[in-house]
Structures are given as structure tokens and as C-alpha cells.
């Protein structure tokens, strides 16, 4: 053992190593997010938290579950294919965001660091509660010709009218329905009426 | 059992560390939802599309994206008869508003939607130092806000320019797909508000997805194909001119 006589410092030194190297794996595992490497090189639980945002576009379905005359209207005319939230846009209110905890003192030092981004405000969907968040009826002498008016650059076959001659201010749903558009149409002309059966 | 004092001076730590993760929950996806099961890509057909904007004010609507910038938006090109090589392309306010009115002339127009490939092999996550972009097992490209330093390499990365970074939140931002739609058994946004079907949703994983039966019998192009990111929203009608 005379070879090793003089080594000790050599012991320390690996000493040393292994230390900093149990130090390493301990900051490692504090900082490193649980799920990171989970599916590859990012954060496994990010998925589940976009997954979570809030919908405001309720989907058609959801409409028809409740307008079923109105998508009786629909399927038998040329808008039967546009879907509700095309015209009506997606009908949601925000409502006042929560106070945020405060947090505790760590945590409230990394907020003077980092501001913290606000929290996203609640959503009022009118699918959820359609006695309070309650939709406007489109102008149709905006919504109709958005689509509709004339230009050189819309496919061909597409219905298209200058505005200006085609009616002249009158709106569109006097001689048009809406939800079933063709003249002479069982539902044209009558007014687009809407409310949940 | 009996705890000695001892044993609880131990144990509260090792509690209150456990308590962290009960707290901090793994969040879900939606509950019936596979992510195995799906791998998504989008359609775009190009000859539908009437520039209206309605798919650009949805998603801005749905995804709270800042004005002046764009996870969707709409070119229209004008290309007169021979020159191919430089089309006059618009896309005032992302196509949001629409667009003006074209006069017949001796070119052709058509609209362009544009939004994020969700490559596969996208050149975007490659470039992320930390981790924070990548793509799904489901085949949708996504940001963790939590995790992005807003270097803005994959914006430069991008070859369709379909990054921006956020002015407020000062991370990358881009179309997610509408994850959260499309993990609920919901359509995109864009998708949902577009009036004419130019744009429909495909999971190219599912065989009863009606994109399997188009992709065979109509003539597809993505965008770029060159720079081989495996782009997967795949354009019918794309004239030569798109770039």
C-alpha cells in the first residue's frame, strides 16, 4: 500500500466530485420539471395544459342541439353546409378574473422578478347560460357582403352581387332568408327567427 | 401506529414536499381522448376560398391572438398571364377585414390561406435551446409558454413565417391547432367559422377521415416541399406561383 501512501489528496479531490456530483443531481431534480422527457425534450405536462384553454367557439352541434328549426331551415338550403358560428361569431362573455392568491414568500419573490402574466378571465358561454350572455343579431347588409360582394378575385361559381345595385341599402334578409337564402324558397322571405325550441 | 416525535419531525418534510405535487395535479387532456390515436394535418382547398376573413377574426377570437399578428392569415395573389415568377400578393390586416375589390383584367386571383404546417420534421423545434417547442405525439406543433425564453430562434427557424413573438406575454406564440378544440372532438376554429369548407381538419391516423379518400384522388401539394419539413397541411389547387 506504500504506492498509495501519498494519494490521499487524490481521495479528497475524487471526494470532491462525488459530492459536486450529488449536488448536480439533487439541483437537477429540483429544477428540472417532473414530466420533462417524458414524450422527448419538453415538458410532457404542457400538453395537457394547452389541451385545457378555454373553447369559445361552441361548435355547430352544440347550436343545434338547442335551434333545431333553424338547422331544419338550413339543411335545405345553399347556407346548409355554412355553420352558425360563420354569421353569429362565437357567443361568449368574459367575466371578472379571480383575485390571485398571493402565494407564499418564494414564490411572491419570483413575481417582483418575473411579473407574472394576468390570468385569463372566465368565460360565460351562451351555450351555457343563454339567459344572460345573449347574441346580437348581425347586420346582414355587413355580414352578407362580406361573402357576397362581387369581385374579380372570388372563384367563379361563387354567388356574388354588387351590393350597391343588388339592393341599395335594403337589407338582405327583406327578400332573403339567411339560414335558407334561394328565393321562392319555402323559408325565404320569412323573417330569420331564431330562439331555442 | 405510533408516531414518535421523532418520526413526525421526519416525515412532515418529506409530506410537505408531496403535498407540492398533490397541489401542483398533472393536468388532463380530455378524458376519452388518445393521443396515439391521432395525427393531425389540415386541408386547404384552394379554390373554395373567397377571402371573407372569417377564418383570421375566428382564430384571433378563439386564441386571443394580439392584433398585428397572425397564428392564421390570407393572401390573395394576382398573377398576370405569363409571369409567374412574381405575383403581386396582398394580405391587408392578415385578410381579416377581407379584401378590395379585384377588377377583371387580363391575370387570375385566387386566396391563399396560411397557417402553421405542423410539420413533422419541423424546423422550428429543432432550433429550441430549452425545450420549450416541440411537436405533439399527435402530430401538432406547440409552444409551453411556461418554458419558452422568447429568443425567437424557431421564428426565424420557420419557413413559412407562421411565428411571431407575443407583445405582452414576450414568449413565441403560433397556431396550435386548437388543441384545445380538436382534443374535445371539436373542429378548429378557423375551421368551424370558414363558410365555404376551404379548410377542413384531417387526422390522418383515423382511416374513416374523408382526407384519405382525397389525398387519392385529387392532385395535393404542401407548401415549401423542398425544404422536406413534412408539411402536413396539404393544399388543393396550389398554383405555382405561391411561395
Given at each position: 500500500?506504500n504506492?498509495?501512501?501519498?494519494?490521499?489528496?487524490?481521495?479528497?479531490?475524487?471526494?470532491l466530485?462525488?459530492?459536486?456530483?450529488?449536488?448536480?443531481?439533487?439541483?437537477?431534480?429540483?429544477?428540472?420539471?417532473?414530466?420533462?422527457?417524458?414524450?422527448?425534450?419538453?415538458?410532457?405536462?404542457?400538453?395537457?395544459?394547452?389541451?385545457?384553454h378555454?373553447?369559445?367557439?361552441?361548435?355547430?352541434?352544440?347550436?343545434?342541439?338547442c335551434?333545431?328549426?333553424?338547422?331544419?331551415?338550413?339543411?335545405?338550403g345553399?347556407h346548409?353546409?355554412?355553420?352558425?358560428?360563420?354569421c353569429?361569431?362565437?357567443?361568449?362573455?368574459?367575466?371578472?378574473?379571480?383575485?390571485q392568491?398571493?402565494?407564499?414568500?418564494?414564490e411572491r419573490?419570483?413575481?417582483?422578478?418575473?411579473?407574472?402574466a394576468?390570468?385569463?378571465?372566465p368565460?360565460?358561454?351562451?351555450?351555457?347560460?343563454?339567459?344572460t350572455?345573449?347574441?346580437?343579431?348581425?347586420?346582414?347588409?355587413?355580414?352578407?357582403?362580406?361573402?357576397?360582394?362581387?369581385?374579380?378575385a372570388?372563384?367563379?361559381?361563387f354567388?356574388?352581387?354588387?351590393?350597391?345595385?343588388?339592393?341599395?341599402?335594403?337589407?338582405c334578409e327583406?327578400?332573403?332568408n339567411?339560414?335558407?337564402?334561394?328565393?321562392?324558397?319555402?323559408?325565404?322571405a320569412?323573417?330569420?327567427?331564431?330562439?331555442?325550441? | 401506529?405510533?408516531?414518535?416525535?421523532?418520526?413526525?419531525?421526519?416525515l412532515?418534510?418529506?409530506?410537505?414536499?408531496?403535498?407540492?405535487?398533490?397541489?401542483?395535479g398533472?393536468?388532463?387532456?380530455?378524458?376519452n381522448?388518445?393521443?396515439s390515436?391521432?395525427?393531425?394535418?389540415?386541408?386547404?382547398n384552394?379554390?373554395?376560398c373567397?377571402?371573407?376573413?372569417?377564418?383570421?377574426?375566428?382564430?384571433?377570437?378563439?386564441?386571443?391572438v394580439?392584433?398585428?399578428?397572425?397564428?392564421?392569415?390570407?393572401?390573395?395573389?394576382?398573377?398576370?398571364d405569363?409571369?409567374?415568377?412574381?405575383?403581386e400578393v396582398?394580405?391587408?390586416d392578415?385578410?381579416?377585414?377581407?379584401?378590395?375589390?379585384?377588377?377583371?383584367?387580363?391575370?387570375k386571383y385566387f386566396?391563399?390561406?396560411?397557417?402553421?404546417?405542423?410539420?413533422?420534421?419541423?424546423?422550428?423545434?429543432?432550433?429550441?435551446?430549452?425545450?420549450?417547442t416541440?411537436?405533439?405525439?399527435?402530430?401538432?406543433?406547440?409552444?409551453d409558454?411556461?418554458?419558452?425564453?422568447?429568443?425567437?430562434?424557431?421564428?426565424?427557424?420557420?419557413?413559412?413565417?407562421?411565428?411571431y413573438?407575443?407583445?405582452?406575454?414576450?414568449?413565441?406564440?403560433?397556431?396550435?391547432?386548437?388543441?384545445h378544440?380538436?382534443?374535445k372532438?371539436?373542429t378548429?376554429?378557423c375551421?368551424?367559422?370558414?363558410?365555404?369548407?376551404?379548410?377542413?381538419?384531417?387526422d390522418?391516423k383515423?382511416p374513416?377521415?374523408?382526407?384519405?379518400?382525397?389525398?387519392?384522388?385529387?392532385p395535393?401539394?404542401?407548401?415549401k416541399?423542398?425544404?422536406?419539413?413534412?408539411a402536413k397541411?396539404?393544399?388543393?389547387?396550389?398554383d405555382?406561383?405561391?411561395?
Amino acid at each position: 500500500m506504500n504506492g498509495l501512501k501519498d494519494a490521499g489528496h487524490l481521495f479528497r479531490f475524487a471526494g470532491l466530485f462525488v459530492v459536486a456530483f450529488l449536488v448536480f443531481l439533487l439541483v437537477r431534480g429540483y429544477v428540472v420539471p417532473k414530466t420533462f422527457g417524458q414524450y422527448g425534450h419538453y415538458r410532457g405536462a404542457a400538453i395537457g395544459e394547452i389541451a385545457q384553454h378555454p373553447v369559445k367557439f361552441a361548435g355547430h352541434q352544440t347550436c343545434e342541439g338547442c335551434h333545431s328549426d333553424i338547422a331544419d331551415t338550413k339543411t335545405k338550403g345553399a347556407h346548409a353546409h355554412v355553420n352558425c358560428e360563420a354569421c353569429h361569431g362565437a357567443l361568449f362573455e368574459r367575466l371578472p378574473a379571480p383575485a390571485q392568491p398571493k402565494g407564499n414568500l418564494y414564490e411572491r419573490f419570483v413575481a417582483l422578478i418575473v411579473p407574472p402574466a394576468p390570468p385569463d378571465a372566465p368565460l360565460l358561454l351562451h351555450a351555457d347560460d343563454p339567459a344572460t350572455v345573449t347574441p346580437v343579431k348581425p347586420d346582414t347588409l355587413v355580414l352578407c357582403a362580406r361573402c357576397h360582394t362581387a369581385s374579380a378575385a372570388k372563384p367563379k361559381g361563387f354567388p356574388q352581387v354588387d351590393p350597391a345595385v343588388h339592393m341599395g341599402g335594403v337589407p338582405c334578409e327583406t327578400c332573403h332568408n339567411p339560414h335558407s337564402p334561394a328565393m321562392g324558397s319555402d323559408a325565404a322571405a320569412s323573417p330569420a327567427t331564431g330562439g331555442a325550441k | 401506529m405510533n408516531i414518535s416525535r421523532r418520526h413526525l419531525l421526519i416525515l412532515l418534510p418529506a409530506a410537505a414536499v408531496a403535498w407540492k405535487y398533490v397541489e401542483a395535479g398533472t393536468p388532463e387532456a380530455s378524458p376519452n381522448y388518445q393521443m396515439s390515436e391521432h395525427w393531425w394535418g389540415m386541408l386547404i382547398n384552394i379554390p373554395k376560398c373567397i377571402g371573407c376573413g372569417n377564418c383570421v377574426r375566428a382564430c384571433a377570437t378563439e386564441n386571443d391572438v394580439p392584433d398585428g399578428n397572425f397564428r392564421t392569415w390570407v393572401e390573395r395573389y394576382h398573377v398576370t398571364d405569363t409571369n409567374l415568377t412574381t405575383p403581386e400578393v396582398i394580405s391587408p390586416d392578415g385578410g381579416k377585414e377581407g379584401f378590395p375589390v379585384a377588377q377583371e383584367d387580363a391575370g387570375k386571383y385566387f386566396f391563399v390561406p396560411k397557417m402553421c404546417n405542423h410539420c413533422a420534421d419541423s424546423p422550428c423545434t429543432q432550433v429550441c435551446p430549452v425545450g420549450a417547442t416541440f411537436i405533439s405525439p399527435d402530430g401538432v406543433v406547440l409552444i409551453d409558454q411556461t418554458y419558452c425564453l422568447g429568443c425567437g430562434y424557431c421564428v426565424q427557424a420557420c419557413p413559412y413565417g407562421c411565428r411571431y413573438l407575443h407583445p405582452t406575454k414576450h414568449v413565441a406564440d403560433k397556431c396550435t391547432l386548437c388543441y384545445h378544440r380538436i382534443t374535445k372532438g371539436l373542429t378548429t376554429a378557423c375551421c368551424e367559422a370558414c363558410p365555404t369548407g376551404a379548410r377542413q381538419l384531417a387526422d390522418l391516423k383515423n382511416p374513416n377521415d374523408p382526407i384519405h379518400e382525397f389525398l387519392k384522388t385529387h392532385p395535393v401539394q404542401v407548401l415549401k416541399p423542398q425544404m422536406a419539413t413534412g408539411a402536413k397541411a396539404y393544399y388543393y389547387g396550389l398554383d405555382g406561383s405561391v411561395r
